[in-house]
């Protein structure tokens, strides 16, 4: 069961913008990255499967994030890699706003 932990506030993530979060998971604090597209908050996991790089300091296109090492990039809807060198997905969360703080849904 999923249950939402409240990240931060909505107005602190502007249209286009991409900042880092810690999430308290059970296994321990996890960094995402945020993204504000089109009016819509998307949640991701901050870091390349390709390379060591945080994606909040890539480049947002579109709803594309792509690594600021290697060009790799991944969609931030669904995880999916969109352009090489990486192969495999990132993780994605649910978002909600709600009382004007951005709320992701972990298990």
Known sequence: MSRWIDLIDAAALAEG?????????AAGPRELALFRVDG??????????HADARLCD????????????????FDIR?????????????ATW???IDGGRV???ID
């Open 58 to 73: 890539g480049f947002l296109i579109g709803h594309e994030i792509e690594c600021p090492l290697h060009q790799a990039r």
């Open 40 to 49: 819509e908050v998307y949640a991701t996991d901050n870091v390349c499967t």
């Open 94 to 96: 649910p978002v909600k």
């Open 17 to 25: 913008d991409a900042v880092a979060v810690t999430a308290a998971f």
């Open 78 to 90: 669904d995880g999916r890699v969109t352009c090489e060198p990486a192969t495999e997905p990132i």
């Open 103 to 105: 709320w992701v849904a």
